[in-house]
DNA sequence: CCTATATAGTTACCAAGGTAACGCTTTTAT
DNA sequence: ATAAAAGCGTTACCTTGGTAACTATATAGG
């Protein structure tokens, strides 16, 4: 027996599949389990995208990288969440961003076609379908009405107003380097490094290695 | 008879619908057809979404306005294109920018309840819906590629290399004024004049009022 | 315990581009 | 026809933030 049967019986997308067939899909290839390791790339920006994922366990981090080499993360996704879901039926079904999972992880593949008799069967399917599909295109459009012409200090302010609500506190938590934070913002980390220090001066935060106070 | 019935049955939507069909919804209200004049606004940002819109006649603008009143124009849709098709189904249905009509415009509601049977009842129609939404967040993606971090000169460049495949010349007649490039672009107009004119000393381009010839 | 590597902070220098102010031309409305 | 408004180019001034180079601390592997 598949040990990730369970798992995929436990998506949001597909807790309404019987486990008769989600073994056999899993039998037929129409469903297959892959295992990234740690830092690898799933989807290099222009491949091209004929099924759709689901996470089964693990982190999958979207990022735009330029010519430069400069790194802006535009998404991360978890445990549960799907992939290529606005892609795929597209005319241009390519990548437009690098796609790696920073941390091992296990994705479920689901083959374009049975994806399309599973949506044009089950409303239930198609209307969680939609819902990712749909909050996935939200967060697109958050990243571009946040982070374009905005100023590094305008994006640590959102960041932190977000993460104060999230954590409930005045006291951000930093669960991550301030080399990634600057990745997220997609800024040099130089100049966020800079930009917090100005904001110190100025009375509006207090900081260390580890979190950042908002007076 | 409603005069735009002919128009609804061949949007690439709607075209497997019945003519008998199209009469129903338009008479039970779950089509409304409603038109916009020049300049006005479809939705402002934060409104939410019930319901999907297809373009009939006319055009529609999606723009970014910051709190300094900038403008970044995200996306143009025009004749049979969809809108809030990424959005209805989001567990948060609010319009992330504002929408307008820079010219007068016809567009077709429909609403989400019938829509939702629509796609589970028909396979053809959620082909057509899902190639839709994958194409816009397609064009979002883009954006966030094409314009993120990128210099003035590389966004000129960028517009004009399309515009140069799209119009098949090197001379490339602009149908829109310079300030309506700029927003396009997201800068300001003085910026795109002393980058144009930079770009003119560096032997890149010859332009005037209305055209711009790579050289 | 000690070295190597990742993480952080600082700062001088410079390029890109926003702001504002001005002048000229073209369109539009009355 | 004429006044008002919109479009366009130019330029001095200044802020933002990328680059690079250096230093300091922290963490991990041997």
Do not use: W
């Given at each position: 027996?598949?040990?990730?049967?369970?798992?995929?019986?436990?998506?949001?997308?597909?807790?309404?599949?019987?486990?008769?067939?989600?073994?056999?899909?899993?039998?037929?290839?129409?469903?297959?389990?892959?295992?990234?390791?740690?830092?690898?790339?799933?989807?290099?920006?222009?491949?091209?995208?004929?099924?759709?994922?689901?996470?089964?366990?693990?982190?999958?981090?979207?990022?735009?990288?330029?010519?430069?080499?400069?790194?802006?993360?535009?998404?991360?996704?978890?445990?549960?969440?799907?992939?290529?879901?606005?892609?795929?039926?597209?005319?241009?079904?390519?990548?437009?961003?690098?796609?790696?999972?920073?941390?091992?992880?296990?994705?479920?593949?689901?083959?374009?076609?049975?994806?399309?008799?599973?949506?044009?069967?089950?409303?239930?399917?198609?209307?969680?379908?939609?819902?990712?599909?749909?909050?996935?295109?939200?967060?697109?459009?958050?990243?571009?009405?946040?982070?374009?012409?905005?100023?590094i200090?305008?994006?640590v302010?959102?960041y932190l107003?977000?993460e104060?609500?999230?954590q409930?506190s005045n006291k951000i938590i930093l669960n991550m380097t301030k080399q990634t934070l600057a990745d997220k913002i997609?800024v040099q980390r130089t100049s966020l490094s800079r930009e917090l220090s100005k904001m110190r001066n100025?009375?509006l935060i207090e900081y260390d290695s580890k979190s950042i106070t908002i007076l």
């Amino acid at each position: 027996m598949n040990p990730y049967q369970n798992l995929i019986e436990n998506t949001t997308l597909l807790n309404s599949l019987s486990l008769e067939n989600i073994r056999l899909y899993l039998a037929n290839g129409a469903f297959k389990v892959q295992t990234y390791a740690k830092n690898s790339i799933v989807h290099f920006e222009g491949d091209s995208c004929f099924k759709l994922e689901i996470i089964l366990t693990g982190k999958v981090v979207v990022a735009r990288i330029d010519e430069s080499g400069n790194l802006l993360t535009i998404a991360e996704f978890y445990k549960d969440d799907i992939l290529g879901g606005n892609l795929m039926f597209s005319k241009n079904p390519y990548y437009p961003m690098t796609t790696t999972t920073p941390e091992e992880s296990v994705i479920l593949e689901i083959e374009k076609n049975l994806l399309f008799n599973l949506l044009s069967e089950s409303p239930v399917i198609l209307k969680a379908y939609l819902e990712f599909v749909a909050d996935h295109t939200f967060i697109l459009g958050d990243k571009i009405k946040h982070y374009v012409n905005k100023t590094i200090r305008e994006c640590v302010l959102g960041y932190l107003e977000y993460e104060s609500k999230h954590q409930k506190s005045n006291k951000i938590i930093l669960n991550m380097t301030k080399q990634t934070l600057a990745d997220k913002i997609g800024v040099q980390r130089t100049s966020l490094s800079r930009e917090l220090s100005k904001m110190r001066n100025d009375g509006l935060i207090e900081y260390d290695s580890k979190s950042i106070t908002i007076l």
